[in-house]
Structures are given as structure tokens and as C-alpha cells.
């Protein structure tokens, strides 16, 4: 059968795809290391969605996950020295 990953992306397609084009997203590979698709949200355009899941299929994970710095990452954008800065998150989803 499909490993995690597999189903894992097969879900983002679907939940990317699905999103309108004026919404923003932003995907956040993790395992032993972060590696953002993007430095800062972007539009849901068909080229961002395309883009986003190219890395997705490129993306090897290896080592341990360490999702403690994937949701820091989330909860504190660019400020990771601010301990105010999780309330200025303005997503309203987040998919692990």
C-alpha cells in the first residue's frame, strides 16, 4: 500500500487544490530539520499550489521528527525570538 508521505501528499493536492485562489498557504516540511516551501505565505494560484507540491514529491525525510521546532516554526513565522508573536498568527488552519 502507499507509504505515510504518499498519503500525506495525496491529502495537501487535495486540500491545496480545493483552496480559492485569493486564499494563502504555506507548507512547512519537517524531520530532523525544517524546510520551508516558502519563506512567507502565498496565494493559493494554480502555479504557488504546483510549486508547493513539486517540493513535496522532491522532499526526502530522514532522521527523527522534530515537531516541537516544525509548530515554533508555525506559532512564531519570522520572529522566533518573540514570545508574543504566536498571537499575531493569522492562519485559522493548521494540518500536520
Do not use: M, W
Not at 15 to 28: H, I, T
Amino acid at each position: 500500500g502507499p507509504t505515510k508521505l504518499q498519503v500525506a501528499r495525496r491529502e495537501l493536492a487535495a486540500a491545496l487544490e480545493a483552496l480559492p485562489p485569493d486564499a494563502c498557504f504555506g507548507v512547512l516540511l519537517f524531520h530532523d530539520a525544517l524546510v520551508p516551501i516558502a519563506q512567507a505565505p502565498v496565494r493559493a494560484t494554480r502555479e504557488n499550489v504546483a510549486r508547493a507540491l513539486a517540493a513535496v514529491d522532491a522532499y526526502a525525510p530522514s532522521g527523527s521528527t522534530d515537531l516541537y521546532a516544525a509548530l515554533e516554526a508555525f506559532f512564531r513565522g519570522s520572529e522566533p525570538g518573540d514570545p508574543e508573536a504566536a498571537a499575531r498568527v493569522e492562519f485559522v488552519t493548521l494540518v500536520l
